[in-house]
């Protein structure tokens, strides 16, 4: 399959279409393609949502020219007729049995779920299905712009990388990439807001339950685990096993992975800040925080900021690296369109917000 | 002091000044700025806050190119200079002093705070202070662009309306002026998230003073009370006098207005809903929301939007209107900026969130 | 059926059965049993939760000494037998046809539902079902203790009542009764947390879309309308009607019910407070705050407190009164308990926290 | 000076101090101790709040029959002739020059800050100022119950442990003793809600900058990681290099640890399990829960228990070693009075709640 696709001097809109229209990831992706000046929404699709108008399903978006949309059934040839791109923001493990056929229908996609960032053998183990389609998982490029930029561009398939993966493999792969951690094992201790969870309402998400709640969770076989050790392979040549504890906590936006590495000799503090500020120079989303300086999930909220910091234990032979992200924006939506903007040759941050809502 | 302005074939940006940079609704003014097509930020004032750059008040704002501004002392030959139109988010009590000669030098001036939005006799009663400049007080034109739009588009110096007032006045005045309910008085119940009370820290804002909290305060002398009374006279006829009991929840953003006027004889549910259908058709902003379906003010969030809902109950002679908004946008710097384009020519939602940001 | 319980002269532990065990109302009365010297769990029954362990169902529980006791289905025989006094805490419709058999079986009970708290003709209309049982239905007694402790004492049967209902009518009877306000339509504005919504999960009170929530529900409609009604009827004679407007806030525990009530001509804030410390004075769960000062649900979490207070506004002709209190205890198993003290003949407050869980 | 007391044989109440009784701390204690059988409050001490009732200090305090009582200024002599024990819920630094005058007049002391916890030498280094009293800080017991309650029972002076400390030493010692973790440096990733604080108001501690906030701080100097150190030291007789990186979220209490250890060689889930199980048999407050099992810090609130979890991951030769308490009851208040019982040869758990306020 070859990628014909060329915007650099695009006219007008490309349109879209957004699978999953009616989660908080479909709802963040219409969000922010509202205030995109290249894209424009052409499909909304769904599945048990099929039927309702955006204003139902989002009454948040309900002032929006596209309210009146429905949400339809999706039908890849119907959707690869509506949209030169498509952004699939459906559940794990509904997306590897639906973009193939789109995607080989010609279309450009970002698939938003775990669907096609793994290597095949290890759906069985990590997300418990068997890959319907390794042929175009092959294809698939791991979307983490900062890092791969030149083969997302090219790709035509993207796989978005998942938020707490986002924000480890941005802080640590520099890192590693310079020498001033040790490719040992590293630990990363993740606190995430409610939103990760979906829109699924269960017990243990309600407002009730879930009020100065503080929980470990689904560790250490988290699937955002091999997905963390490939990014960092990937980007840095080091195979390093990664213990990932995830933990919830009463916020619905933000994530704050907090990473443990055994740190090189010689490495300080001020040497770890420096690469990671030298990692991102220019580029637009990424903030690295001053050692001492306050790093805080809630100001990334609603933007596709990534705030990253670094700090040197020498007592304990630790270097710990930091990044907190919107985990629907950076860690999702955001970043898809980033993503889209590099495959149309859009300056990355095209559309995309730079400032928090806050407070 | 006439005014020579006329920006409807507007070249480039206009620059704008923003006093009380620092605050909370001077970020947000500083936010949604960012996105606007047609004003650009010339000149950021604040008070204890000077000398910080913009990035340090505010680090959600950190990628803003503007981000390095320095705050500045705010003198207001400075200001007038390098800003046509000023909006000044100082809190209650300094604007009164200041605004007065900027607007003579020349400037087009939008207070948020309460300084310019009642009658002079009123100040001493309700903010406790005699009104300095009660010549230049009678210039304001009360900032409600749903109501009060032709005047604002040629007024100097607009007093934006306060978050409760702006909920209730659009809720009430078209029921009001159509004879749905009596002219009689009328009961505002309030709730509001805790963004209202500002970034000045006291105890009893504190995030484990107010987790769980629900609280009357500042009843019935709420200063918002009379503002609400003058803007219905305003926009109706009718001298009514309200009581205003407002409450704290534990939200940040958000305020609901939910207020209990006489029913009319022969007013209905369907009848009071059809009036605000009717009263903003084609208003951007405005959504009326049928009775039995659900108002939240968590959906207005970031965004310009007011939820409006009326029902009819027969059994008590009482029509209920409800109100919703996020109080830091449409009830603050949003309506400031939709003020600002009536002020400028421009369409009155130019640049203003549509959407909010959910969940 | 004859009463011949007479505790006053108790030896030991009054067994007590607790239905609904699973459910957020059932945790919070056997938490507050295992406090109280006088009463102990003899049952615990259910219906979805058969078979789980009292530490599986509640594990903030799993320290306590009945942790391993098992849920059992509800059988009416076998509660009697196990237990001389019933606490129902089912869901509405579900005590009406289950506690008849067990009264008639010799036990007393408490039903902390609405199933026997109106008469029979408003079940269809305002809970949507026939009563199945109007004979037993005409025993209950409405268990507000601070005003019917009399008849309480007496009951075989007791209508515990709503969260809303008895911060509304402790506040505004004392104030009808001595015709400090008009017996004229009261409007009643409540504010509640999400536990008031039960244990079961659904969409709208998710932590993620209930943060920064606030929302009016279920208006002119709910079911505790009529409660109010002839609660206030009951304890001062006047029938007035009633409009009942709830709001969902973003807190946990917690109702505040702010009342509008038609001044007297003369009434002053001063008789207003002078009437409520009056009525209430040594009963030990009621604190009149004065005007002016800080009335807060969240002080009252996890204690049997109401807080009241009231304001007079001639400008307007209202009198406010404002309740508040932690929902699951006073206006849920905090009341019954204590009606459970006054039908045993202890003192009222036997076992019952006075003190708030605060910050 | 020698510990006279011996209350095995008590007859009536033991009156104690609470100093620092205006404080978050200081109100918890109180509440605590109006549950306890064999404790009364005497004396209660401050320092801003002096001349204050309990009842204007805490208001949620009010119906208790203490409520009037005056809080006064805090006279060494007049303490010990008021209390036989005093508990000090001063602020860091406070104590150190006060307790030492209060215990050589007598009376023993339980010291809530961390005054009396580390070496002499340390102050300058963790806490920023010089021991004032070295010989009295060589006299204090370190309080935690569960591992030192020996010499707690005969101690005059003990140094009650940090939250932080309390769920780490707990959760890590038995391991480390066991020899099932390697005797290598500790991350401990700590995770708090915003009452650790205290009462005092900033603005970083505001509701409206704190909901959403996930927050890493004052890393890797935070003031308990010494008294980890020294803790375990004394405990297992390894010394242990530890790494502590607290994070704030947006809870009122609520404290997870969440600690990172070498794993030995042939260590199991199974086995660190059964260690901790083994270690705390009989021991009323602490909960094992078992490996993929929820731990919730919420289930703790206004409870005095101890949730620990350990997972083997020999991908990583990882032991994850998890605790969960409610910081100001099982690390603070209540474990306070946890070693004042043992103090006075009560059972450990006299007084104290099992069960958690939840939801």
């Known amino acids: 399959m070859q990628n014909p696709h060329n915007y650099a001097s695009m006219e007008g809109f490309v349109r879209v279409a957004v699978l999953g229209a009616s989660g908080f990831t479909g709802g963040e992706l219409i969000r922010l393609l509202h205030g995109h000046p290249g894209l424009e929404v052409g499909y909304l699709g769904g599945a048990g949502s099929v039927g309702q108008t955006l204003a139902e399903a989002h009454p948040h978006l309900a002032q929006l020219p596209e309210a009146g949309e429905p949400i339809q059934a999706m039908e890849p040839t119907a959707i690869a007729a509506s949209a030169e791109l498509v952004f699939s923001a459906l559940p794990n493990g509904s997306s ?26 290890d759906y069985p183990i990590w997300y418990g299905f068997e890959h319907p389609a390794p042929s175009v998982l092959d294809l698939a490029v791991y979307g983490l712009p ?3 930029g030149k083969e997302i561009a090219d790709a035509q398939l993207v796989a978005n990388p998942g938020c707490y993966a986002t924000a480890t493999i941005l802080g640590c792969a520099p890192i590693l990439a ?80 907090t990473c443990y590495l055994s740190l090189a000799s010689g490495t300080t503090t001020e040497s770890l800040t420096d690469c990671l500020v030298d990692a991102y120079l220019d580029r637009p989303f990424v903030r690295v925080v001053a050692a001492g300086a306050m790093v805080d999930a809630k100001r990334t909220r609603g933007s596709n900021v990534l705030e990253l910091q670094a700090v040197a234990d020498p007592r304990t032979r630790t270097a710990v690296v930091i990044g907190a992200i919107d985990n629907l924006v950076k860690g999702a939506a ?8 590099l495959m149309l040759g859009l300056p990355e941050a095209t559309g995309l917000p730079l400032a928090g809502v806050w407070p």
């Open 146 to 148: 900062e890092l791969f």
């Open 96 to 121: 590897a049995g639906l973009l193939p056929a789109i995607v080989e229908g010609g279309a450009r996609a970002i698939d938003l779920a775990g669907d096609f960032r793994l290597p095949a053998e």
């Open 178 to 257: 310079a020498g001033l951690a040790e490719p040992g094992p590293i630990r990363v201790d993740g606190k995430t807001g409610m939103s990760g969870a979906g829109r699924v309402a269960t017990e243990t998400t309600s407002f009730a339950s879930t009020e100065d709640a503080i929980r470990p969770y689904r560790f250490p076989a988290h699937q955002h685990t091999p997905e963390m050790e490939r990014g960092i392979a990937r980007a840095t040549g080091h195979e390093v096993p990664v213990l990932f504890v995830p933990h919830l906590v009463p916020a619905v936006r933000g994530v704050v992975t």
């Open 334 to 341: 955001g970043q898809a369109i980033q993503n889209a903007n």
